[in-house]
T-cell receptor
Framework: SQELEQSPQSLIVQEGKNLTINCTSS?????LYWYKQKYGEGLIFLMM?????EEKSHEKITAKLDEKKQQSSLHITASQPSHAGIYLC????????????FGKGITLSVRP | DAGITQSPRHKVTETGTPVTLRCHQT?????MYWYRQDPGHGLRLIHY???????DKGEVSDGYSVSRSKTEDFLLTLESATSSQTSVYFC????????????FGSGTRLTVV
């Protein structure tokens, strides 16, 4: 969706390196969801952010939502081959959480 | 895992033929969704349902119809398949307000020749 831009489009990193990917919205978000997808498979839920300035972590992945609630970053520390895949952000623009608008996704490759 | 089963997993069909994809869930979630995923476009919402017989259009609904006669089943029909509908189709469910994550099925790869 043009409302939700993800950057970069793709990323190749060396195993062990840190990385950050971004999701930028053209309008205020009520909620921002991060999903990961392995090739040929469904989406796996990572985290959901709702409050401005909110930050959540799970294992080596940290996601943040800015104060204005229009941009989110996802940071991976000490990347591993298991982190490879497509990362998608999904936006709740309605406040009712009843449907999500997704970005185009970021393809992450991790070189051993 | 919310127990979402999509069928078929793969299908090849000819242009102009009707096709129905099925999404079956075992978790009694209220909301169900159909998305398509295409290179360069990401995931786009086709139709969604907020209850039995309650459905609404998404951003790419032209050429698609849906039906939900039971809580557990959400059907997506391509009335007359076209090559532009070649895609990977994902079903998702959401239990409703208060729940954080939407759960996705494994996808159906549809090829229209």
């Amino acid at each position: 969706s043009q409302e939700l831009e993800q950057s970069p489009q793709s990323l190749i990193v060396q195993e062990g390196k840190n990385l950050t990917i971004n999701c930028t919205s053209s309008k205020t978000l009520y909620g921002l969801y991060w999903y990961k997808q392995k090739y040929g498979e469904g989406l796996i839920f990572l985290m959901m952010l709702q409050k401005g300035g909110e930050e959540k972590s799970h294992e080596k992945i940290t996601a943040k939502l800015d104060e204005k609630k229009q941009q989110s970053s996802l940071h991976i520390t000490a990347s591993q081959p298991s982190h490879a895949g497509i990362y998608l952000c999904g936006a709740d623009y309605t406040g009712a959480n009843s449907k999500l608008t997704f970005g185009k996704g970021i393809t992450l490759s991790v070189r051993p | 895992d919310a127990g979402i089963t999509q069928s078929p997993r793969h299908k090849v069909t000819e242009t102009g033929t009707p096709v129905t994809l099925r999404c079956h869930q075992t978790e009694n979630h209220r909301y169900m969704y159909w998305y398509r995923q295409d290179p360069g476009h990401g995931l786009r919402l086709i139709h969604y349902s907020y209850g039995v017989k309650d459905t609404d259009k998404g951003e790419v609904s032209d050429g698609y119809s849906v039906s939900r006669s039971k809580t557990e089943d959400f059907l997506l029909t391509l009335e007359s398949a076209t090559s532009s509908q070649t895609s990977v189709y994902f079903c998702a469910t959401w239990v409703g307000r208060g729940a954080q994550d939407y759960t996705f099925g494994s996808g159906t790869r549809l090829t229209v020749v």
